[in-house]
């Protein structure tokens, strides 16, 4: 509980790889607020976008890539990161299709442990 407290009002810094400043961005970064959790298969870690029913993979610029996300933010298969994503689009956005984005920051910050 403290934790969540003090990760609340810490903003996550920016990846080390670009991921803002990548050129090839399909398009403009935008905020999310959403839930990242790790998830077997490729991307391994997705955002669900809170309220619809769409999941944004986080990735590298080409899928099987690192995924571009600040250091601190992933927390494997332990929990769920609730945020206010800024993330930046790799693809465009398409029905039906995960969008492959990258992370520049979070804020508002919220980890939440996932029981097996």
């Not at 050129?23 to 955002?47: Q, S």
């Amino acid at each position: 509980m403290l934790l969540d407290l003090i990760l609340l009002f810490l903003p996550f810094s920016p990846p080390a790889q670009p991921c803002k400043a990548n050129p090839d961005l399909a398009g403009k970064c935008f905020v999310v607020h959403g839930r990242m959790r790790a998830y077997n298969g490729n991307p391994t870690f997705r955002i669900w976008r809170i309220g619809t029913r769409r999941l944004l993979g986080v990735t590298g610029v080409h899928p099987g890539e690192e995924p571009v996300l600040p250091e601190g933010l992933a927390c494997g298969f332990d929990c769920d990161v609730f945020a206010d994503f800024e993330v930046c689009p790799f693809t465009r956005e398409k029905a039906g299709v995960m969008r492959r984005v990258c992370v520049e920051s979070a804020s508002k910050v919220t980890l939440v442990g996932v029981s097996h």
